[in-house]
């Protein structure tokens, strides 16, 4: 009796040919948008191509690129913001080394591009070579720091701690500089501008904002009548308005609300208004986090006899707080995106530059494509390369896969 | 013994330990550092206000204004009230809103179905598009729009000419439009009456459907009330209720239709590109929320493809649909006030005007904000309701 066996394989791989044909030409309506997308792609790419090489003119972004990285800030202090960037290229290179994977797109980028504008061949006086060599140090500061973090010696909270005091340091001491010391004479923010704006209101009004949400979400969702109340009000009020009425709130409404001696610098007043504006949906955030923790929790930490304090502090936060990483970094991107709204309130960030570039000279109205498509680039490479960072984030934080 | 000492124990408490007082003492000074809080800005205010002699009233809203608006859907001029130019400004927010969430909501579901394509090409077209819009501010988008594109358009004899006809130069877009004979108002109305009636219609026959199980044909039914009712108000209005007003150059300029202005144009188009990238991501999303399962469940109960897109795919998709798409228009609402920056002088830019004209910034920062938190709050309670409509009836 003969057995017959019938030998199962797994397909075998298509070919190019067979590939196109299932993928792109299955069916006659699949055949006509293949040709039609072909036609898009082909002309887009054309267009753009020709254009960046021969029709563009890219001198008012190759004039000075130190102005949108740190705008008027004085050229004999420069020193100061390219030893900011130091410090942190080191600091991210530590975190890379000591939290890994959600680091690593992020750490590398910067370092590629901090080498890249290095190294990039632009006849331009103002970029010395004191400047060529500041940036050339970032990525070797960021792999330093990488194989420091990669020691067991280096705790995550120590980083922690490290990343706040340089913050301060660089905000409060090295950028706008202090009286008492000698060799760090005051630097007043009206000059400061560029990327350095944009990416110290983006991190600081995050930053800020992170504590004053948490408390928002308590407050929210605590029993106390006069607490919760105030918290609703504070998130619904600005969330239900544009971030640009609140700027413009806190840059000409605030004044008459303090004493009338007290003045407040400008991009501290855009700084509170975005930490504002932050704080209110960085709670709704915290709010979802905090309704993902399993009352099982509580009650199982109400049950070994901790208190309301313990409970919120070691229990409940910590777990709401993991979980809302990603969204937090999503918000953080948006806000990111948003600082170009500070231009409106007259503060020089990246948009800022490139306005008052375009009309220092009458030969650049015809080249407001090529500045506003360059600042769009550049947001565009640092929003990418930060939520590529948030997908790996929550691939390490297994969140979304329970 | 010990149980009488631990009931006694637990009688008295003391006060730093006792949940009610700590609560009660919490509000009470949380109530009291609020208050105080509040107090002292408004003492400083009226301190100010008192030196600068500003009075805290809505009075100037009946002064003439005193600045033009360069586009409008009412009649307005400079001597006309501040009240007014508010008013002009909220329409303009509101036009360019609902043009822009209609528009917005057509692109997004394009580029969401194009996303979910099984053709790698356009799904990889689709991608891009979002990913080029989601990742750059609108501010910059707007710019790129406005002052490199339609603030650069060539003069009025070199125009474009798109299908449509659409003539495109520096002064705008002039578009073919719709208008109304002396007697389109009885077409009109004829339009309104077919929809309450059709409205009506399905509602009461879907009903009779939910609860007999008889076909009604409420569709059908609908339909034909929509089609028959103004087919009947066209031939009563004499037979040309509507005529197309066609744009046509006119020795400098271009004559009837519809005109856009550059400023309006490229914040309609660049609220709609930005806004449609986040519909679709949305839209794609829903669709694919739907789990695997129910799409082969409907196959195996024998419905073609018609019938499972209407009946299993787009309800359940809906439910996740429209709670972000609704914060989505929300946020298209709320960016029109970058207009600003472009010059299209909506609520938030005539509120500037007013406050540099009638220097009175607090009264004017309290319409804006209370007007945009209304539109804001209307939403949510809308939201709600039709949450709670569509809810899963849990069994």
Same mark, same amino acid.
């Given at each position: ?103 690593? *797109?992020?750490? $590398? /980028? =910067? !370092?590629? +591009? &901090? #080498? ?9 006086? @103002? ?11 970032? *990525?070797?500061? $960021? /792999? =330093? !720091?990488? +194989? &420091? #973090? ?9 980083? @922690? ?242 | ?395």
């Amino acid at each position: 009796m003969a057995v017959f066996v019938e030998e199962i394989r797994p397909p075998n791989p298509p070919g190019p040919i067979t590939w196109l044909r299932q993928n792109l030409f299955s069916t006659w309506y699949n055949a006509i948008l293949t040709i039609f997308s072909l036609v898009i792609i082909y002309f887009t790419l054309l267009g753009l191509i020709r254009w960046i090489f021969t029709t563009a003119d890219w001198r008012p972004v190759t004039i000075s690129p130190l102005l949108f990285l740190v705008g008027q800030y004085p050229r004999p202090e420069l020193w100061r913001p390219g030893l900011s960037l130091l410090l942190t290229s080191f600091l991210i290179g530590l975190s890379w080394g000591v939290w890994g994977s959600f680091i690593q *797109p992020f750490a $590398i /980028f =910067l !370092g590629g +591009l &901090l #080498g890249i504008l290095a190294l990039i061949p632009l006849e331009t006086p @103002t970029i010395t070579l004191g400047v060529r060599a500041v940036f050339l140090a970032n *990525p070797a500061l $960021i /792999f =330093l !720091g990488y +194989l &420091l #973090g990669k020691t067991q010696a280096v705790r995550g909270r120590y980083v @922690t701690a490290l990343w706040l005091l340089a913050f301060i340091l660089i905000v409060a001491v090295l950028l706008p500089g202090t009286k008492t010391i000698g060799f760090l004479p005051r630097v007043s923010t009206t000059s400061w501008g560029g990327l350095l704006i944009t990416l110290l209101l983006a991190v600081g009004s995050i930053t800020l904002s992170l504590p004053i949400g948490v408390l928002l979400a308590l407050g929210r969702r605590t029993s106390l009548p006069v607490v919760k109340v105030f918290s609703i009000l504070f998130i619904e009020l600005i969330r239900g308005v544009p971030l640009i009425t609140i700027l413009f709130m806190f840059s000409i409404i605030l004044a008459l609300f303090l004493p009338a001696e007290s003045r407040i610098d400008r991009v501290l007043r855009a700084l509170i208004g975005m930490t504002i504006f932050s704080a209110a949906y960085t709670a709704e955030n915290v709010r979802g986090g905090l309704q993902a923790v399993p009352p099982g929790q509580v009650e199982a930490a109400k049950a070994v006899g901790l208190n309301n304090f313990q409970i919120t502090t070691f229990i409940v936060l910590p777990q709401a707080l993991r979980a809302v990483i990603p969204a937090m970094v999503g918000q953080f991107i948006s806000l990111f995106k948003d600082t170009t709204l500070v231009y409106i309130v007259g503060i020089n960030e990246l948009l800022g530059i490139g306005k008052s570039i375009l009309s220092s000279n009458p030969a650049y109205v015809r080249l407001q494509a090529e500045v506003y498509i360059f600042i769009a680039v550049v947001f565009w490479i640092f929003s990418y390369f930060m939520s590529l960072a948030s997908r790996q984030l929550e691939k390490a934080l297994g969140v979304g896969e329970r | 013994m010990s149980a009488n000492t631990l009931a006694k124990g637990s009688e008295t408490i003391p006060l730093w330990r006792d949940e009610r007082v700590l609560k009660f003492t919490a509000q009470i000074i949380s109530t009291v550092v609020l208050l105080g809080f509040v107090g002292w800005m408004l003492v400083n205010f009226i301190e100010i206000t008192n030196q600068r002699g500003m009075t805290l009233t809505f009075r100037f809203l009946k002064e003439p204004a005193g600045f033009p608006i360069s586009e409008s859907s009412i009649p307005y001029n400079p001597t006309m009230s501040f009240g007014t130019a508010f008013l002009v400004g909220l329409l303009n927010t509101v036009r360019v809103s609902v043009i822009g969430i209609v528009f917005a909501t057509l692109l997004g579901l394009l580029v969401g179905l194009a996303r979910l394509s099984t053709n790698v090409l356009l799904s990889q077209i689709a991608l891009w598009f979002i990913e080029f819009h989601r990742n750059i501010p609108l501010l910059v988008l707007l710019f790129l729009w406005y002052f490199a594109f339609f603030n650069r358009l060539p003069p009025v004899k070199d125009s474009y000419t798109l299908p449509g006809p659409i003539y495109m130069n520096q002064r705008g877009l002039y578009l073919a439009w719709p208008r109304l004979t002396e007697t389109g108002g009885v077409f009109i109305v004829s339009v309104i009456i077919a929809i309450i009636l059709a409205v009506i219609a399905w509602n009461f026959l879907r009903r009779i459907r939910e609860t007999t199980g008889k076909s009604t044909y409420f569709g059908a039914v609908s339909l034909g009330i929509m089609i028959l009712v103004p087919a009947i108000g066209w031939l009563a209005s004499g037979g040309s209720p509507l005529y197309l007003d066609i744009p046509i150059l006119q020795g400098f300029n271009y004559r009837g239709g519809l005109r856009w202005t550059p400023e309006f144009t490229a914040l309609l188009v660049g609220l709609t590109t930005y806004t449609a990238s986040f519909i679709a991501e949305v839209i794609r999303g829903g669709i694919q929320a739907v789990s695997r399962g129910q799409v082969e469940a409907a196959r195996a109960v024998g419905l073609d493809n018609l019938q499972m897109l209407n009946l299993i795919i787009i309800p359940q998709a809906m439910r996740v649909i429209i709670p972000p798409l609704i914060s989505q228009y929300l946020n298209l609402t709320k960016n029109s006030s970058l207009a600003l920056a472009i010059g299209y002088q909506e609520l938030f830019a005539v509120g500037k005007i007013t406050i540099n004209q009638a220097g009175r910034p607090v009264p004017v920062f309290i319409m804006v904000m209370v007007t945009y938190l209304a539109m804001s709050l209307l939403t949510a309670l809308a939201l709600n309701l039709y949450n709670r409509r569509i809810q899963f009836v849990e069994r």
